[in-house]
């Protein structure tokens, strides 16, 4: 035997080369035979443990633990016969010759058949809990099958609210508390108005409904601007109008509360604002107590959560009250409009002890209840309602509690209809007489059609109220909706792609269409229809209105309003003081009304309209003129 290393000749026995020390290709090989069998016992050891996990699914367990047990083996023996093979090899190679190194290569660990296994059986059962989770039919059916009568009918009921009210919690964080921070918000208002030449036609129609001639072919296009802004305690108000992107009119208004001051600007005819000391005239630390007042309150709001919160308490406690859940009738049929279908149907009798029995338990409740004292005080705090609203409402409380036993109630039925996924569809009251007095219901058909009413009822027939017959694709509805007045339909709007819940979160967005000659009550306006596109936010609102005939755009108005964060408002530099009369009759007469006409005629104002403005410039604005553009207090102390 040689050395693998240096060639040498190794004596038999022998485990090293005497020459260089390198292993002996037999020791090599008696080494790679244990190594070989530690390799088998782990792989026999990983054998052992996937029959342990393989219990846990019967059906994969004897394949699984075969393929290891064959994969064990097959190991073993690739390891024995590549030891053998290289000794082999080693012993046909010549003293004087060393053999070549085998480049070693890198095997990649695969994935054990047993975590496949595990991976698969999760992936079903998350498959499975998957439906379940996003399947409202299943889990209804669930709870409908584990529940009684009586327990499932409060489920829905409880449901609902809580849905109904998180929505309208949603419309209150983002609407009623966007405006609690008023004093540091900036809102910007634009409009565009676009005239097409089509337009002569509508204005043809008018003129000849209001027997007076309407001249707007001079006008194309128009914008109208205004921004009102609160920082600490200033306010601020300016904006213009535009015609044919020429100015015709434009001001800046601004007050500061804590300087006692007014300033108005009229940048078109006057290069200084007026200004005007209201400290004592407005009451101005009054209003900076209310100010700090209202911000320091508005901090401490209640949020939406808590008002829904406080909702379902209530709503819970009504609910907990109801004992008995009557007549249950399943595929009950309902129609409502054009749609029809089929529902079950939750009967209960709120007889005079049911009535007294909730009315006791909320009147308990509500005068011990912390939650709410905190509310009300948050809103008193804020100025939003006064201290005694919320002794009258605790009288109110008291009083009803202390006498419910000497009140008398006539006895009501409640009708609910519940679809296959646990959504309430209707709700029905009927008074003593089995009669249907007020009723709020809709229906889904096969069809996705969809009905809607709420209102009074008399005879099973909507008497006063609102309809809406259409179609419905997932929360967005497309369709008509009807003011009913004395059984008879008196006004409809056409409308589309309106969400509702968006709606009821507090984001309308929509579309409306209204025939004109409806809304002026002439049938000269018939085939002309208002169109209005709308998106309502309170950080940022968009509205189009457009008016058309015949599906041709006459005239569209394009508005959107902005909130943002308000920057320092400042005193103007150049002022003209007024202290009297007799200030006010000398920045009337500097007003600079041939800049002004100059820009009428700029932007093709008819003749008639800019001698007007001629003969006013004429004659020049009086006290009582100016006092027209101001607030109904500020001008009647000026003028006194």
């Known amino acids: 035997m040689f050395c693998e290393k240096c060639g040498s000749k190794i004596p038999d026995g022998s485990a090293f080369c005497p020459n260089c020390g390198a292993k002996a290709a037999a020791a090599a090989v008696k080494e790679a035979k244990k190594e070989a069998e530690k390799a088998a016992e782990v792989v026999k050891a990983e054998a ?14 004897a394949a699984v633990s075969e393929a290891v047990e064959t994969q ?32 070693k290569e890198k095997s990649g660990k695969g994935i054990s058949p047993v975590k496949i296994a595990l991976i698969a059986v999760l992936a079903v059962v998350l498959v499975v809990a998957a439906i379940f989770v996003f399947s409202k039919g299943a889990r209804n059916a669930v709870k409908k099958a584990f529940s009684s009568d009586e327990s499932y009918f409060k489920s829905v009921e409880l449901a ?66 205004a921004e009102f802004s609160m920082n600490d305690a200033a306010l601020r108000l300016d904006g213009g109008l535009t015609a044919n992107k020429k100015t015709l009119f434009d001001f800046d208004a601004i007050v500061d509360i804590n300087d006692g001051m007014a300033y108005l600007g009229l940048p078109l005819l006057h290069k200084e604002y007026a200004g005007i000391d209201i400290s004592d005239k407005l009451a101005t630390d009054e209003l900076l107590d209310k100010l700090d007042t209202f911000k320091s309150a508005s901090e401490k709001f209640p949020k939406g959560k ?80 006064r201290e005694e609203d919320i002794d009258r409402f605790y009288d109110g409380l008291n009083n009803t509690f202390d006498n419910i036993e000497k009140l008398s109630f006539d006895e009501l039925t409640l009708e609910v209809y519940v679809d296959g996924s646990g959504d309430i569809v209707a709700q029905h009251i009927f008074n003593a007489n089995s009669e249907l007095t007020a009723a709020y219901q809709y229906a889904i058909g096969d069809d996705n059609s969809f009905g809607f009413e709420i209102g009074e009822y008399r005879n099973d027939e909507l008497r006063k109220g609102y309809s809406i017959d259409g179609t419905i694709s997932g ?12 059984g008879s339909v008196r006004n409809t709007i056409e409308f589309s792609d309106v969400n509702i819940r968006k709606f009821l979160s507090g984001n309308p967005v929509g579309k409306l269409e209204y025939n004109l000659s409806t809304l002026m009550g002439n049938s000269m306006m018939r ?53 009297d009369n007799n200030d006010i009759k000398d920045y009337l007469e500097d007003l600079d009304w ?40 500020l001008r009647r102390s000026l003028i006194q």
């Open 306 to 385: 808590d008002l829904k919160k406080l909702v379902l308490k209530y709503a819970e406690i009504a609910l907990d009250n109801i004992k008995k859940v009557n007549n249950v009738k399943k595929d009950v049929k309902l129609s409502v409009g054009s749609a029809k279908g089929e529902y079950t149907r939750y009967r209960v009798i709120f007889d005079d002890d049911l009535i007294k029995d909730i009315l006791y338990s909320i009147c308990d409740t509500a005068l011990d209840d912390k939650e709410l004292e905190d509310i009300l005080l948050s809103l008193s705090d804020a100025g939003l309602i």
């Open 594 to 633: 041939d800049n002004m006409i100059e820009n009428w005629e700029a932007a093709d104002m008819p003749d008639s309209y800019v001698r007007i403005l001629d003969q006013l410039s004429r004659k020049g604005l009086g006290i009582d003129d100016l006092g027209g553009l101001l607030p109904g207090k």
């Open 48 to 61: 052992a443990a996937a029959e342990q996990q393989a219990a846990a699914v019967p059906q994969q367990a």
């Open 160 to 225: 609902a609210i809580d849905d109904l009210a998180g929505m309208l919690a949603t419309a209150y964080d983002d609407d009623i508390l966007e405006l609690a921070d008023l004093y540091k918000s900036t809102f910007s208002l634009t409009g565009d108005l676009d005239v097409t030449s089509d337009a002569e036609a509508l204005l043809s129609i008018i003129s000849k409904a209001s027997n007076k001639k309407v001249d707007l072919d001079w006008l194309k296009s128009g914008k109208i601007e």
């Open 475 to 486: 929360s967005t509805l497309t369709g008509k909706a009807n003011y009913v007045r004395s």
């Open 527 to 579: 085939g002309v229809d208002v169109v209005i596109d709308f998106d309502l936010k309170v950080k940022n609102s968009k509205v189009t209105v457009t008016l058309k005939q015949d599906d041709k755009k006459l005239i569209e108005l394009d508005a959107s309003l902005k909130k943002s964060s308000s920057s320092s408002i400042k005193a103007p530099k150049n002022v003209f003081d007024i202290e």
């Open 72 to 103: 064990a083996v097959a190991a073993a023996g690739e390891v024995q016969a590549a030891a053998e093979a290289q000794a082999a090899a080693q012993e046909a190679v010549p003293a004087a010759v060393k053999p070549p190194k085998q480049k």
